[in-house]
């Protein structure tokens, strides 16, 4: 699998046709909010799970991506909620199951030891979980970092990739071919439209544009 770099507009804009994760055409755009937590915040894990949940929440950036897919792929985030809540479902039973035994196999243990009992047993059901949540993100189409600008996704399809690249080629060319058109011979702005060719236009010269 690869990833690709784009642009958070470019992301939340319309992107090649091309499914994001098998690279067949696509046939639907899902709208997905991505969410990512940077690795340093790891290390509060092994402190507690619940401080890692707190610090990673508020470490946490997001975008929005207008995903291609095919028909085949198009639940390929609504699976991942699905089997991360499936699998929270089974912990809590497990974790509940354990407890009924700790309560009737250690009834003397009295109201601290059942308080230690039910503390640990959440703290484990909790981190579990976690390394699931983890495990399952790290298996599909996830945000490998969000700056303010730009969003890396990883585990997409090569062909995806560079259909992106393509689209970006093909914009600047289109952009070059235009910003020519509407510079005359002598390097000076179109005088019917001065603003939107300087908002066009912020890092060349008219000369250089010309030169391309
Ligand atoms: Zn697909």
Not at 106 to 119: K, N, P, R, S, T
Not at 151 to 159: L, N, Y
Not at 186 to 191: I, R
Request: charged share 15%; glycine share 6%; with cysteine.
């Amino acid at each position: 699998m690869a990833q690709v770099r784009l642009h958070l507009h470019e992301a939340n804009g319309p992107l090649p046709a091309v499914c994001m994760f098998c690279g067949e055409t696509s046939t639907v755009v899902i709208a997905e909010k991505l969410v990512w937590w940077p690795r340093w915040t790891y290390v509060f894990f092994f402190v507690h799970p619940f401080l890692w949940a707190n610090v990673a929440w508020c470490a946490s950036r997001s975008a929005w991506v207008q995903a291609p897919f095919c028909s085949r792929h198009q639940r390929h985030w609504q699976n991942r909620s699905l089997s991360i809540w499936s699998a929270g479902t089974v912990l809590v039973g497990i974790l509940s199951g354990i407890a009924f035994i700790a309560v009737a196999k250690f009834f003397e243990l009295g109201d601290e030891g059942m308080a230690i009992v039910i503390y640990l047993g959440g703290v484990s059901l909790l981190a579990i979980w976690i390394m699931v949540i983890v495990f399952i993100h790290h298996m599909t189409i996830r945000p490998s970092v969000i700056t303010d600008t730009e969003i890396v996704i990883q585990g997409v399809a090569e062909s995806f990739v560079q259909a992106v690249q393509e689209a970006d080629r093909e914009r600047l060319e289109t952009r070059s071919a235009r910003d020519n058109a509407q510079v005359t011979p002598e390097g000076h702005a179109a005088a019917n439209d001065p603003g939107h060719l300087q908002a066009r236009m912020p890092e060349k010269s008219p000369t250089d544009a010309i030169e391309e």
